[in-house]
């Protein structure tokens, strides 16, 4: 059975990666934004590095649970139908070597790759040219014939399925639950599990399991459609990066740290992104445009029931992932990026932040919490602790309703944060956060008034009044909420339980008043 994380997988419709030991799925529209290029003909725009250009390519997305992830904790592990951003420009590339082209020629296949079923000689012609295009553009090697298998969706279901059925990547599933409801970010009636499972039976087009090193696409047929030779151009740019950098290697390495892992996710398929970028514009027509930005009926059925923080999670690490990774290639082009691969970065934050990457900063450790489950008493124990990050932080706000640009600028001057889960009697759930801030003055002002305003401004949660103006509180969904700043240190303390008393005792304990 493969490890949890072991599978970058992409949908119709939308690409989708499993983060690193937890299952919230992150992705982002096929090229959503792709334009005309500028001379009125019917080719796609390339991507251009010029100062002032206007990208011609967009990765959307907004913000995982990265902590989680963004698999969310992950928890990981986002989507204008999931979020929308404007990354910066791309780069511009010679027209070398040549792309297949809608209705090219494609490059004759040098020998047979791995296949169990029959496959179309014709179509995997067209794929192996795809990835000769690719390893042009990212100036990488496959080293040899690629392990690519034209597969059925049942044999992409049946691998899917043995993720979920990982009892570690079932136990963070239950966490990341937990947590979710606390924070009101799901209903308190909805299963995870359940919703998991449903974006897992989505129109799976592609995935990568890079502890086998196989690629399989589905087949859907003796050609290849816009929307697959998008999605292949993604999935081979992930079979370059592990036959280059070793990406099992890399993922259990960072998998007990959720900002090392969320970082590295978003390295991993941001960069995937940017290739798939330059691959669009270089082959794809204004006429293939309708093709790739349709979605499924049934697809955005299920996405349209999913949890609006599962969903902004989803494509956090293709847009942040694409900014850094276009931040780098500006700076030193494709032998920047693989010197990253080296030097790996560290946060989440780094990510959102490249200049916090250049300058090596990053904490060295979480805030040292006391023992929550002590002040609450008998009946109560700890359950898990972790990291949000400045990626979950943001999505958090931007989830419950807080403005896009202004969620990212709450979460902004997150210094370091830990946080704990606690299990209680009769199946109740506690949790105490504490989030320190690189600029108490400002950034834990900012924060503070973005979280006040949003849970103020949300129907679930109502204001308790009873007296304290030093601590606000709101009963929400998940319980009883509070919330303040360190009058000492400026950190954002936060606390949920199912009583007034108990949120109140945690928050005692997490912050000086």
């Given amino acids: 059975m493969s490890s949890p994380g072991s599978k970058l997988v992409e949908f119709s419709g939308f690409l989708w990666h499993r983060i690193s030991r937890v299952v919230i799925l992150a992705g982002i529209v096929s090229l959503v934004g792709v334009a005309c290029s500028s001379d009125g003909g019917d080719q796609v725009g390339e991507p251009t590095s010029q100062p002032g250009s206007t990208a011609v390519a967009t990765a959307p997305g907004s913000t995982p649970d990265a902590g989680a992830t963004p698999t969310a904790t992950s928890t990981s592990q986002s989507p204008t139908a999931i979020a929308g951003s404007d990354p910066t420009a ?47 553009i990212r100036e990488l090697s496959a080293g040899g014939d690629p392990n690519v298998s034209l597969v059925s969706s049942d044999r992409i279901a049946q691998e899917l399925a043995e993720d979920l059925a990982d009892v570690e990547v079932l136990a963070e599933i239950a966490d990341l639950e937990v947590r979710l409801k606390l924070l009101a970010l799901m209903p308190q009636e909805s299963d995870l599990l359940e919703v998991e499972t449903a974006l897992l039976e989505g129109a799976v087009v592609g995935l990568y399991n890079h502890e086998t090193g196989e690629l399989l696409v589905l087949s859907g047929g003796d050609d290849v459609s816009v929307k697959e030779e998008a999605v292949y151009s993604h999935e081979f ?54 093709a790739l930005i349709a979605v499924d009926a049934d697809v955005l059925a299920v996405l349209e029931a999913t949890p609006n923080f599962l969903l902004l999670a989803l494509g956090w690490p293709y847009s942040a992932g694409f900014g850094f990774t276009n931040s780098i290639w500006q700076n030193g082009g494709m032998a920047a990026i693989d010197a990253v691969w080296a030097d790996l970065p560290e946060t989440t934050e780094q990510i959102i932040h490249p200049e916090k990457y250049a300058a090596n900063e990053y904490p060295e450790s979480s805030p040292v919490l006391p023992d929550l489950a002590a002040i609450l008493g008998d ?12 990626a979950v932080i943001a999505i958090w706000l931007e989830a419950l309703g807080t403005e896009t640009a202004v969620a990212a600028q709450a979460a902004a001057g997150w210094g370091r944060d830990g946080y704990l889960l606690l299990d209680g009697p009769a199946g109740s759930s506690a949790m105490g956060l504490l989030i320190e801030w690189d600029d108490p003055g400002t950034d834990a002002l900012q924060f ?46 936060l606390a949920v339980a199912p009583t007034l008393d108990g949120a109140t005792a945690l928050l005692n304990a997490l912050v000086n008043r």
Avoid: C, M
């Fill in 90 to 136: 791309g780069p511009s590339v010679d027209a070398t070597p040549s792309s297949p082209g809608r209705g090219a020629t494609a490059v004759p296949a040098t020998s047979s790759p791995v296949n169990p079923e029959p496959t179309p000689v014709g179509k995997q012609a067209r794929l192996d040219g795809i990835g000769h295009v690719v390893e042009g």
């Fill in 237 to 290: 740019a992930h079979l370059l990066q592990d036959v280059n950098f070793d990406l099992s290697e890399l993922f259990e390495a960072a998998k007990d740290d959720s900002e090392r892992s969320g970082a590295l996710q978003a390295l991993v398929e941001g960069e995937a992104t940017f290739v798939e970028a330059i691959y669009a514009a270089r082959t794809f027509h204004s006429e293939d445009l309708g």
């Fill in 379 to 390: 009946g109560w124990s700890a359950r898990t602790e972790g990291v949000l990050g400045e």
């Fill in 448 to 493: 503070a008034a973005a979280l006040e305003a949003v849970l103020d401004a949300d129907a679930g949660f109502s204001r308790v009044e009873d007296g304290n103006s030093r601590v606000d509180e709101w009963n929400g969904p998940g319980g009883v909420l509070t919330f303040t700043l360190d009058g000492s240190t400026g950190a954002a303390g």
